[in-house]
Structure formats: C-alpha cells, structure tokens
C-alpha cells in the first residue's frame, strides 16, 4: 500500500529536485495526514 501510493519515494529525480528545493531555500510543507483526519474544531477533536 505504501509502495502504491508513494511511488516518487523510490525515483531518484524526485531526490534530486528535493535536493535542489532546498539549496534553493523553498520550504516545503509535508502534512502526515489528509485534510480531513488533522485536528480541527474542540481541542483533541479529530475530523475524519
């Protein structure tokens, strides 16, 4: 599954334009989660 949905994980050209990213100094934002399953509303309150 995981293999599946992060194919790019295993292509070194992907490394290679993160790499360059950032030399670049662009600041990439990476979410371990979808929109819907982040915290949001009361605290502790989960969204799915």
């Known amino acids: 599954m995981f293999m599946h ?6 292509d070194p050209e992907y490394w290679l334009e993160l790499q360059q990213a ?3 100094g662009r600041v990439i934002d990476v979410y371990p989660y979808r929109n ?6 009361s605290i502790g309150q989960l969204v799915y």
């Open 5 to 10: 949905q992060h194919p790019e994980l295993f």
């Open 22 to 24: 950032i030399i670049d």
């Open 36 to 41: 819907k399953q982040r915290f949001a509303g």
